[in-house]
């Protein structure tokens, strides 16, 4: 009987350590807490000045990493026609990002503008290619950045739920094809980087399950989700289950890539915001600066409580209105921004930490 009993603990103290083991490997990834700042650069390039929460001017990725930020999410455009998001410009600002002690996500858009679900228009530079040409600029693009930008988290395309680098890689219409730019894009990834992790990403809730079982032969680490209640929905629970189903499902991590709020409704500039209105906020969440806080901490804590949860990202974290008040030019975010109307950091910053 004595013996037993001596089994008996020895075998509970055996599955104790077994489970912690298994709990430190399952968690053993740093909680992604990112902020996307690709206007940044061209934001100070017009004279921008940001202040934190002292009210003392300071570089914002500085602001960022005291608040406990520790990504940043840059948007790469192949060749675009405006002065924003190019590769020298990425480059370098992913070197700064890495100097201030902030690992790198890369949104690739494989676009020269803004790529999301009904957006997919391929670079300029890949027009009268043949599929297999195009594929093998995909290829060279793709290990290119891998190389000289060295990211840590690699995004294939940005809100791909209908495909990316239209019309070979429609969804819809190519899939296939599409399938095949996704397979080479991330065998290029592992290939001169295994470490940098490569995630995907879908905008939204809403046949989210659908598209990753789409997604089953692709080679990848992260599942990315868009989550704006504007667009997807307040029901948070809604989002909490999605992403626990599609990490267990595809034994992936999983993130809410994207995520924004509004510290108020009025405006900086008159370039029309995207949220000025009442019925499209959520009814828990008064657009104020505790109202923006309260509802990007119940997005972190959501993601915590998760399965498989393993981050966030707040989108247009830096884009305040830097084009000045009269501007129609300017920023149509500026009321969801990090910073308020006089560049001062908010309270939602601290959830960060």
Not at 112 to 137: C, H, I, R, V, Y
Not at 322 to 338: D, H, I, M, P, V
Request: negative net charge.
């Amino acid at each position: 009987m004595k013996i037993g009993v001596k089994l008996l603990s020895l075998l509970s103290i055996l599955i104790t350590f077994s489970c912690s083991k298994e709990e430190a490997s399952n968690n053993n990834q740093e909680f992604i807490k990112a902020a996307d700042m690709s206007m940044l650069p061209l934001i100070e390039s017009e004279g921008s000045t940001y202040y934190n929460t002292n009210n003392i001017a300071e570089d914002a990725l500085r602001t960022l990493k005291n608040a406990g930020c520790n990504t940043i999410r840059i948007r790469l455009w192949h060749t675009p026609t405006v002065n924003q998001s190019g590769f020298n410009e990425v480059k370098t600002f992913a070197q700064r990002v890495k100097n201030n002690g902030m690992k790198v996500w890369l949104s690739v858009h494989y676009s020269d503008t803004w790529a999301d679900p009904g957006n997919q228009e391929k670079p300029n530079a890949w027009s009268g290619l043949t599929f297999n040409q195009l594929k093998t600029q995909v290829e060279n693009y793709t290990a290119t950045i891998v190389n000289e930008i060295q990211p840590d988290i690699f995004q294939i395309g940005n809100e791909i739920n209908s495909g990316f680098i239209f019309p070979e890689g429609n969804l819809a219409t190519n899939e296939t094809q599409f399938l095949s730019l996704l397979t080479n894009a991330s065998s290029v990834i592992r290939a001169n980087n295994p470490t940098t992790k490569i995630m995907l990403h879908f905008a939204g809730i809403d046949g989210s399950t659908w598209f990753f079982s789409k997604m089953s032969a692709i080679d990848y680490d992260y599942i990315g989700l868009s989550y704006y209640p504007m667009w997807h929905g307040t029901d948070i629970s809604s989002l909490q289950q999605t992403m626990t189903t599609l990490g267990q499902t595809h034994n992936k991590k999983v993130l809410v890539a994207e995520t924004s709020y509004p510290f108020t409704l009025g405006w900086n500039d008159w370039t029309n915001n995207i949220i000025g209105l009442t019925n499209q906020l959520h009814p828990s969440y008064p657009a104020s600066p505790e109202g923006q806080k309260a509802f990007f901490q119940q997005i972190k804590n959501t993601i915590k409580n998760t399965p498989n949860g393993l981050g966030f990202c707040y989108w247009v974290t830096e884009w305040i209105a830097f084009r000045g008040t009269e501007s129609t030019n300017g920023s149509s975010y500026e009321n969801q921004a990090l910073w308020d109307f006089n560049h001062k950091a908010l309270p939602a910053l601290s959830v960060f930490n």
